[in-house]
């Protein structure tokens, strides 16, 4: 069994930046998704094997994915924060980014941390 952990969730004023990291394996596809109460997780960003990645148009030109597989970890840079972006946070492991939106095509998955700005 594979356990994701995110950590770096917080209360933030509206314009500030929070940092999500979550503790992962080199999957060939990792991505962040976000759950607004009573709502679907929805797709924030994606990170390939290659480097290569893919945003939400609400969070583009905002918010950075990263990752550094010598610690085994994944960063979700969010900066210029909105009080819509209140949300829970998860990092997900797929094999493949080609459905990066659909949150079926991710086989692990973290418990959340929550992100709220004010």
């Known amino acids: 069994h594979v356990q994701l952990v995110e950590s770096g969730g917080g209360s933030v004023q509206a314009g500030g930046s929070l940092r999500l990291s979550c503790a992962a394996s080199?999957?060939?596809?990792m991505g962040w998704f976000r759950q607004f109460p009573g709502k679907k997780r929805e797709g924030v960003a994606t990170?390939?094997?290659?480097?290569?990645?893919s945003y939400a148009d609400s969070v583009k030109g905002r918010f950075t994915i990263s990752q550094d597989n010598s610690k085994n970890a994944l960063y979700l840079q969010m900066n210029s924060l909105k009080p819509e972006d209140t949300a829970m946070y998860f990092c997900?492991?797929?094999?493949?980014?080609?459905?990066?939106?659909?949150?079926?095509?991710?086989?692990?998955w973290g418990q959340g941390t929550q992100v709220t700005v004010s």
């Open positions: 997900a492991a797929s094999i493949s980014c080609e459905d990066w939106r659909d949150e079926n095509s991710y086989i692990y």
């Open positions: 080199g999957y060939p596809c």
């Open positions: 990170i390939d094997s290659d480097g290569s990645t």
